[in-house]
């Protein structure tokens, strides 16, 4: 079966190995695409039939995370409930109402922040964003950190410009095959622990929070 990647405005991941099993036509015109992708930059990855690839779906076993295996048989947020790692970023998505979202078939790319990273907010931040009054603005912070569409770190390439759930954009660079995400004001955040393989998208554990732009006055 073919996997088709179409991008529309930006891409966060460049489809490294696509697929096990195609003929060497399929593959010659899969490399076309993926280079035509990372010239294009574009925005949205289309990549339901990525479901079912044995090559980007990760092992069996899944990435493991604070010692727990994070299986790609379970959902974004079942998997995040089991890590010690990310509890407040569990505790601030049931808060905004996302847990329901980040269950579903999506496919959804998400860079999680550890609790480490949230621990380096302003003080009394994170407070201010779990009260109720401030729903809607937790929900833009955590929207920020989502992409529509499954995106390993293989994918992302230095320069790239990805559209997040939240409608603004995040900024990738990689140097030293150390791959960063930038809200282009702030100093960039690390990936961690990458491609942590769920059964509606995959997880990248970041060591910061990135701060949506404010809105054009």
Known sequence: MKKTLRLAAF???????????????????QASETTSTTESMATTVDSTALLSDSARMGKPQGVEVDGVPMTPDKTIVQNAVQASSVTTLVKA??????????SE??????????????????TG????LLKPESKEKLKGVLTYHVIQGRLLAQDLKDGQQLTTVN??????????GKVMISNGTDAPVNILTPDVISSNGVT?????????????S
């Open 125 to 128: 931040a994170l407070a201010g």
């Open 93 to 102: 998505v049931k808060a905004a109402g996302l847990d329901g979202t980040l």
């Open 11 to 29: 891409t966060l991941v460049s489809a490294g190995s696509l697929s096990l099993g195609l003929s060497s036509c399929g593959d010659n015109k």
């Open 204 to 216: 990248h554990l970041i060591d910061g929070v990135l701060l949506p732009p404010p809105p054009a």
């Open 167 to 176: 409608g603004e954009k995040v900024s990738i660079s990689v140097q030293n």
């Open 105 to 122: 078939a999506g496919p959804y790319t998400v860079f999680a922040p550890t609790n480490a990273a949230f621990d380096k907010l302003p």
